[in-house]
Every structure is written in C-alpha cells, then in structure tokens.
C-alpha cells in the first residue's frame, strides 16, 4: 500500500464513486474546498493504484484536528484506517504540532477502538453531536508522545553503552 498526499486529480478519479464505494458524508464539492485549504493536509491510500482510504486534517496554531477517516467498504477491516492515522500523526509530529483532536460517534465502537490504540485519551461528551448519537471528544498529546520515544531511544542507547 502506497500513502501519499491527496490531489485534485485523485479526487476527480473518485467522484463518480465516492458515494457507492466509500461513505455519504463528504461529497466531492466539500473535498476539493477542503484541498483547496491552506490549512488541510488530506492524503490517500492507494493499492494497485486504486484509491482505497483517505484521510485529512485541519491545522490551527499547534493543534492538529481530524477531518475524516475514510475507507472503501470493500477493504474495511484490513488495517488502512490504521495506517492512515499513523501516516497523519508522523505529518502532525512534521509540523510539530502540540495536539492532535477528533470526535468521534459513540456507536463507531472499531473508530473508537483505533483511537485507543494509537494513545488517544477520552477528554469528554458531545450530546448529539451526530444527531440522536454523541459524540466522544478525544486528545492525542504529541508533546508526551515524542517525549515517550526520545525516553526510549536514550534507554535503548544507555542500554547499549553499558553493554558494551
């Protein structure tokens, strides 16, 4: 699989199937006003140069806020969601973003468990933020995370030194 940031022409190859293949919630006038964007990062995930998924954020300041995750129906449940958020994370750790946000419907029990995986903590309730369902705000701490990874490099490195 081959992510890459998303552009006008990859989403003229997907306007006549974003409804059918993926979900109704973003049409493609909304899309290319959001690649238009100066302050949106959207990117794809392609296989055999198929668009399978795609993925955006919104920057303001030092905090990063998630558009959307969106995977074809066809190949939900193999993982692309995942790569996705990575891919959006490493461009948000790029940017040197402090946070990264994103709400999420309490009924999308797979998003939610992605979410947690990735370190991302439940700061609270949107009542019907989707309509009759709520929304979960949840915070990613890109400062804590990158302080965890440098932890671990020195220990790995301190490690290593007292090896030897």
Known sequence: MEIT???LKDLEGMKD??????DNFWSYNVLKQELEN?????IIAK???QVVGFAGISVCLDE???NNIVVK??????GIGGELLESLIDICSEL??????LEVNTKNEPAIHLYEKFGFKNLGIRKKYYGNNNGILMNLSLEQKRTLITLAL?????SNFKSQ
Not at 38 to 42: D, H, K, L, R, S
Not at 154 to 158: A, K, M, N, S
């Open 154 to 158: 020195f220990r790995t490195i301190q």
């Open 64 to 66: 990063a806020t998630l």
């Open 47 to 49: 296989e055999a140069n």
């Open 38 to 42: 100066p302050n949106t990062t959207y």
């Open 5 to 7: 940031e998303m552009t």
């Open 73 to 78: 129906k066809s190949c939900r449940g193999r």
């Open 96 to 101: 040197n973003l402090k946070t990264f946000t």
């Open 17 to 22: 199937t974003l409804y059918s293949d993926f």
